[in-house]
């Protein structure tokens, strides 16, 4: 089994900046991709930004303000989110694939609240 654990979200003006972390441990075995998603209040979880094999992917809305990045080393991947609008409040959620024999695992975080607000 793999776990995660985020930190870092909060309350924040619009505007305004966060970082989120998102440290994976357990039984990791050859991290394919990592990656963060989003679902705010009624509505289904997005893709955000997500890293793999040297390839970075956002979604249109947070392309120019967010930025994705790894310490592989740790296991670890950040999000810097800048210029934050009241549209990013949402449930921010770490997802890591594990690769494994040339089967996917897919690991999900317990999920780290952002809000922007004034």
């Known amino acids: 089994q793999v776990q995660l654990v985020e930190s870092g979200g909060g309350l924040v003006q619009p505007g305004g900046s966060l970082t989120l972390s998102c440290a994976a441990s357990?039984?990791?075995?050859?991290?394919?991709?990592m990656g963060w998603y989003r679902q705010a209040p009624g509505k289904q979880r997005e893709l955000v930004a997500t890293?793999?094999?040297?390839?970075?992917n956002y979604q249109d809305s947070v392309k120019g303000r967010f930025t994705i990045s790894r310490d592989n080393a740790e296991n670890t991947v950040y999000l810097q989110m800048n210029s934050l609008k009241p549209e990013d409040t949402a449930v921010y959620y770490c997802?890591?694939?594990?690769?494994?024999?040339?089967?996917?695992?897919?690991?999900w975080g317990q999920g780290t609240q952002v809000t922007v607000s004034s």
């Open positions: 997802n890591v694939v594990d690769e494994r024999l040339g089967i996917l695992y897919d690991y």
């Open positions: 890293s793999s094999r040297g390839s970075t």
């Open positions: 357990g039984n990791i075995f050859s991290i394919y991709a």
